[in-house]
């Protein structure tokens, strides 16, 4: 004779067995289903991020054409003015005068053609990096400082010569643009240092500088440019510290694998 | 006539037109031949029915122990079928086929044709099971999504589970269940008509998704 304690273990866990697919049926439904749902999310992010990085690539292109504005006006607009007053005052009849006068004009033409270059080259960034991010960034400051507005200070780690990345040095470039740019725009500084060092596997760069700075933890309206800022950290999966206070000027570390 | 409605083979029959229905044109072989194996159960069923009516003895088994070799080759067929996306699992088919033809053989060897092979039948259920659980664990892996609510495949193997699983556990303790009787009948009676009707009813969900696919597909 069967105990009845034991028929019932034996009537549960047949019952158990009965309906265990069902659960499982579900289980496998519901989680298919949240991992569509991760899915779909996924790749609605990847389409926002699309389109911000469209975005900044937009207002990247927007900045670059103020800049060759802004060069064509202020420098080669004037030189080819220049040029136009002195070929304009020439007298035939004065040998000596005039041929002073078209050597000074050749000069400045010469001179011209040199800005045309760097501006051309300012624009290239992928050629001024296969020269090295060094010379790159050589060639921005030798731009900023003919404005004589800033003292800017660079120190560069020699290993970056060797241990390099051509496609991230564009990006660190363009990053370095940015940053510059915004304490041109905004910070009223007199002193810019630029800052790039690396170690085990991994780039630092820190852009400072002498201006107003800011309260970053006072919320508000962040421009493009702080925008764009993040998106290329991002690309380079690296990390952004900002350091600011009133008055104090501003620091930013960041922190990037490289190569 | 009363004899051959029942409830499994009313449930095998509803299936079989259904499959005819759904699958005749199908274009992959797997499911194709899942018309042929719903004929094949239903003749089975009704000639069971048929020998145990007219019989001497009322044995039965040797319609069940023919029926079998068709089970082991169709259920491998269409699980070869599904686990096409992830072929490196298909030699577990080989193998566990190879196992049960030889089991079956060996179980005719010693115990007859005429006594239906329990081995076989018992280790059919928990490899189905297993195939069932590696496809539904390749299925939540994969990164291809698929409405499983309309999967062919999804619920065509639901349906393999539930009666693998049921019939393991009532074969299992089958004494002691038989032992329980309810309303003039023992409860694995109850048990094996409801598995049945569950296995019928997804397998014929399966083939109905399965035709809504190829239509969606071919408009």
Redesign the interface.
């Known amino acids: 004779m069967e105990k009845p304690g034991i028929s019932f273990l034996i009537l549960l866990t047949t019952v158990i067995f009965l309906i265990a697919p069902a659960f499982l049926v579900v289980y496998v439904i519901v989680y298919s289903r949240k991992k569509k749902k991760l899915q779909d999310e996924k790749a609605e992010m990847q389409l926002v991020y699309e389109a911000e990085l469209l975005n900044s690539q937009l207002a990247m292109q927007e900045q670059t054409m103020q800049t060759i504005g802004a060069d064509l006006h202020d420098h080669i607009g004037q030189l080819l003015s220049l040029t136009s007053l002195t070929l304009g005052s020439i007298e035939i009849r004065d040998d000596h005068r005039s041929a002073e006068k078209v050597n000074s004009a050749i000069e400045i033409t010469s001179k011209c053609i040199a800005e045309l270059r760097h501006l051309g080259k300012l624009i290239q960034g992928q050629q001024i990096t296969e020269e090295g991010l060094y010379s790159a960034l050589q060639q921005e400051i030798a731009w900023l400082e003919k404005t004589d507005r800033f003292r800017i200070r660079l120190s560069f780690d020699e290993v970056l010569n060797s241990v390099t990345s051509e496609e991230k040095n564009l990006i660190i470039y363009r990053l370095i643009q940015e940053l510059v740019n915004n304490i041109v725009k905004h910070a009223a500084a007199k002193e810019i240092e630029i800052s790039l060092t690396y170690n085990e596997g991994r780039l630092h760069l820190s852009v400072s500088d002498d201006g107003k700075g800011f309260d970053p933890e006072k919320p508000g309206k962040k421009g493009m440019g702080m925008f764009n800022i993040h998106k290329r950290i991002r690309l380079l999966n690296g990390q952004v510290k900002i350091n600011s206070s009133p008055d104090e000027g501003t620091k930013v570390s960041i922190t990037i694998p490289y190569p | 006539m009363a004899n051959y409605m029942t409830m499994n083979t009313v449930a095998e029959c509803v299936c079989f037109i259904l499959a005819f229905i759904c699958l005749f044109t199908d274009e992959i072989l797997a499911w194709r031949c899942m018309v042929v194996f719903m004929l094949v159960t239903c003749a089975g069923e009704l000639t069971g029915i048929y020998v145990q009516l007219h019989s001497d003895n009322g044995n039965n088994h040797w319609v069940y122990n023919t029926l079998l070799p068709f089970q082991i080759f169709f259920i491998h067929l269409q699980y070869f079928h599904l686990l096409t996306p992830f072929k490196k699992y298909r030699w577990m088919l080989l193998l566990g086929c190879t196992a049960l033809i030889v089991n079956f053989w060996n179980d005719l060897m010693h115990t007859g044709f005429l006594l239906f092979s329990v081995h076989t039948y018992a280790l059919l259920a928990v490899f189905n099971i297993n195939y069932g659980?590696i496809y539904?664990y390749l299925?939540?892996d994969d990164?291809r999504?698929?409405?499983?609510?309309y999967s062919a495949g999804?619920w065509w193997v639901?349906g393999n589970?539930?009666f693998s699983?049921?019939s393991?556990?009532?074969n299992l303790?089958d004494d002691?269940?038989y032992?329980?009787e309810l309303y003039g009948h023992h409860l694995t009676y109850y048990?094996f008509r409801?598995l049945n009707l569950i296995l019928y009813s997804t397998w014929s969900y399966a083939f109905y998704c399965r035709r809504w696919k190829n239509l969606e597909l071919a408009s």
Do not use: H, P
């Open positions: 659980l539904y299925k939540l990164d999504y698929e409405n499983l609510i999804f639901a589970l539930f699983f049921g393991t556990i009532s303790f002691q269940l032992s329980i048990i409801g």
